[in-house]
């Protein structure tokens, strides 16, 4: 395939306007992020309405929320390998051609920190108040719950600081939107709302494991005992953990929910993946068997990892030492288990990251491209090679790794239907390159 020729003037299809001055914090955020998710929405061929009411959404109110743009002694985010506080991804399913956009945020306060009170959530708790009344269905009543049990800005200065010695980070809350292919009407975003926690402040706290603090809060849920099924996908995964190593009882990285009413919302379960090759990957992914049904998606599965850099069907692993490890600098293998009130079985999703093994992000959307003609998933459109540079025109794919993140495949919600899902993220490597 030729290469893809970068276009720094790309036209941003919208009737939102993207500002020329760069004077202001916010203004930064607009025109890097803001232009790399204007043109995703557009290579997803979002509709225009919802691209203008997704993008004066980002524009008046997450972006005034992040600070200043990167600097050197910025502190880094939970989203993304360099620390840029965004991770996107286009959603791609076998039954559909039509492919979705979702965005994560981290609005930590970090560039700068708060120097009295570091683990203050005020800038995320704002962007919930909106939601709170621009969002159709809104719920948070699991986001309380689970706030209490994992955010400690109530602690005191000294405390707080002690508690960012003792994890490594900052990031005790990130925000998740999935943006809906059809215009919302009024004043109502077009968007589905998540909230994920990492339990590790909690699991610090306290002196447990960060599975035993996940459990302690799913079981401390505000009428948990009338979705059953939440209950019973916690304990067959906890079946699991106890019956193994060790190392996955250290293994959550987030506990996730959606802004929607408890018998109608999920929760996400993030792990990573201690072991490293794909048997035991996959070992883990069907909790060892107690997720039927799943051994004929594995060939498939072991493809996307050989096709997108990784062809010996061994993951490269970093430097746990690290106390930042699951969030920031080096990733592994994760996978996530989706709990729903409406199944006793979780569905779980392979969250693989090529970044370790490919030599460079074009490597990796081409192995991609050539997993989706395999397996007929091409759409007959443009390739994902394509669309990941025409989203990123800072520089060329094959200049290194750090545009592609995870590549995610799993069952979709069920895991006794054969629906499979593919995420596709990447990150704008804004701490990295921070453009201008």
Wanted: glycine share 6%.
């Amino acid at each position: 395939m030729p290469p893809i020729a970068l276009d720094q003037s790309h036209a941003v299809q919208t009737s939102t306007s993207l500002p020329s001055e760069k004077s202001s914090d916010a203004s930064y955020w607009w025109q890097t992020s803001g232009r790399d998710l204007a043109r995703m929405l557009e290579e997803a061929e979002y509709p225009e309405q919802v691209r203008k009411q997704f993008l004066d959404f980002y524009r008046t109110v997450l972006c005034p929320q992040l600070g200043t743009k990167p600097r050197h002694d910025s502190k880094v985010a939970c989203m993304s390998w360099d620390g840029t506080p965004f991770e996107y991804s286009f959603e791609l399913r076998g039954s559909t051609k039509k492919q979705k956009v979702r965005f994560s945020i981290d609005l930590t306060q970090l560039r700068p920190t708060d120097p009295a009170f570091p683990l203050n959530i005020n800038s995320t708790q704002t962007v919930v108040d909106i939601l709170a009344k621009r969002t159709p269905g809104f719920d948070d009543a699991w986001y309380k719950s689970i706030k209490s049990s994992f955010v400690h800005s109530d602690l005191s200065s000294a405390d707080q600081h002690a508690l960012v010695a003792k994890t490594g980070y900052y990031t005790q809350v990130g925000l998740g939107f999935d943006i809906a292919s059809k215009p919302s009407a009024d004043d109502s975003l077009p968007v589905l709302g998540k909230v994920y926690f990492p339990p590790c402040f909690a699991a610090a706290q306290q002196g447990i494991t960060r599975w035993d603090a996940v459990q302690n809060a799913i079981r401390a849920l505000p009428a948990v005992d009338q979705v059953p099924n939440i209950i019973k996908s916690m304990e067959l995964i906890d079946d699991f953990v106890t019956t193994n190593s060790d190392e996955y009882r250290h293994g959550p990285r987030f506990l996730a929910t959606d802004f929607v009413s408890p018998d109608k919302s999920r929760l996400k379960v993030y792990f990573r993946q201690p072991f490293q090759d794909f048997e035991s990957i996959w070992n883990f992914y069907t909790l060892g068997g107690r997720i039927p049904g799943l051994d004929e998606d594995k060939e498939m599965v072991r493809d996307l990892f050989a096709m997108a850099g990784n062809t010996t069907g061994q993951v490269q692993t970093g430097d746990e030492s690290k106390p930042h490890y699951t969030t920031v600098a080096q990733k592994m293998t994760a996978i996530y288990f989706s709990l729903s009130p409406n199944n006793p079985l979780p569905a779980p999703k392979i969250l693989f990251y090529p970044k370790n093994i490919a030599e460079n992000d074009e490597i990796i959307t081409r192995g991609v491209d050539q997993w989706l003609h395999k397996y007929n998933w091409y759409d007959g459109g443009k390739s994902m090679e394509q669309r990941t540079q025409n989203v990123f025109t800072h520089r060329r794919l094959s200049e290194r790794t750090g545009i592609c993140s995870f590549m995610g495949i799993g069952r979709k919600e069920d895991p006794t239907k054969r629906d499979l899902s593919l995420q596709f993220y990447v990150t704008p490597e804004l701490y990295t390159t921070p453009r201008f």
